[in-house]
């Protein structure tokens, strides 16, 4: 069946980096546009990058422009998340979703999730 697993987060300092890894798994992953999301405490889910089928080009929530970088190895079935410059608004539980057509913000056009990776930025 379709999977998609989540790695590469833990507890860094600010400033400091993490790359995550969205490992996938059922599907030939370059028919599919991945996303990343974070959802914080009492908040709600937010979109953070999303990276098209080839890889040519991806999007990013203007929270994270110039510090966070989507990239996809489809022959490795894994997109990651490589984050730079962390702050502690950064923390949150990251999730990977795979959508079928076009990149996206909104949550719900996502067919397949994981089960997130918990990313916390403290001193």
């Known amino acids: 069946q379709l999977q998609l697993v989540e790695s590469g987060g833990g507890l860094v300092q600010p400033g400091g980096s993490l790359r995550l890894s969205c490992a996938t798994s059922?599907?030939?992953?370059?028919?599919?546009?991945i996303g990343w999301f974070r959802q914080a405490p009492g908040k709600e889910r937010e979109g953070v990058s999303c990276i098209r089928k080839n890889g040519s080009s991806a999007n990013y929530a203007d929270s994270v422009k110039g510090r966070f970088t989507i990239s996809r190895d489809n022959a490795k079935n894994t997109v990651y998340l490589q984050m730079n410059s962390l702050q502690p608004e950064d923390t949150a539980i990251y999730s990977c979703a795979a959508a079928r057509y076009f990149c996206s913000g909104d949550p719900s056009i996502y067919d397949y999730w994981g089960q997130g990776t918990q990313v916390t930025v403290s001193s």
């Open positions: 059922g599907f030939a992953l370059n028919t599919y546009v």
